[in-house]
């Protein structure tokens, strides 16, 4: 079942006073899967995170269409619309977007404060998911006292413990080593296996090269996607490569 549908996507910017219009999206379609893990790749000023602004209901779109579950965003009116994102939507950040004011386990409560949730279904909640993630001894630090990895961590349980229907994730390891890095695309795939679906944004080609699907965006326009299928990460890896090779040199749609 379709859990998120884009259709004809369109969106144009004026620039100041009129002068000019820039194209940042054109007849952009796709649907994701419930329970898909989906990478988003393209070169700087693709269009991907035009793209991504729209599906977090961030931006509206000047044409076209963004369903989730069958909701048209487009639809929901500005006093709704931070109420919608708490209850569907999960936000993993490059720079991971939290309050260093707060301890990590009142970063991850933030989006349960917001909806008036009691402390202890809060606490119930958070359990579960700070053990699987590692991160259970760590609660009552400040952002200031762990590892970029541990706080990508916690910004991952702030965007479970919504339970949401989609995680929205912005190049989540671009502020990371290579071992927070792999550490946090193997929790990715983990979540993914329960049936989170998962969308996410990234430079980085073995970012993506953990994903089911990975849909390449050129020009404002859908260039090309692969399919995992039975591929190992290597294989995958390998693909999405010989694809970029081609996007960057100006190859035509495939």
Known sequence: MSILEVRSLKKVYTTRFGANQVTALRNVNFRV?????VAVMGESGSGKTTLLNILAALDRPTSGAVLLNGRNLAEITEDQIAQFRRENLGFVFQDFNLLD???LEDNIYLPLVLANTPYT???????PIARMLGIADLL??????VSGGQK???AVARALITEPHLILADEPTGALDSRASDELLRLFASVNQMGQTIVMVTHS???????????????GEVFHQIYRGEDSDDKLYEKISSTLTILMAGGGHR
């Open 33 to 37: 899967e419930e329970g898909e893990y």
């Open 101 to 103: 004011t707060f301890t």
């Open 121 to 127: 279904q809060m606490h119930e909640k958070l359990l």
């Open 140 to 145: 009552k630090k400040y952002p200031y006292e």
């Open 152 to 154: 990508q961590r916690a």
């Open 205 to 219: 080609t073995a970012a993506a090269s953990r994903a089911n699907r990975i849909l390449f965006i050129k020009d």
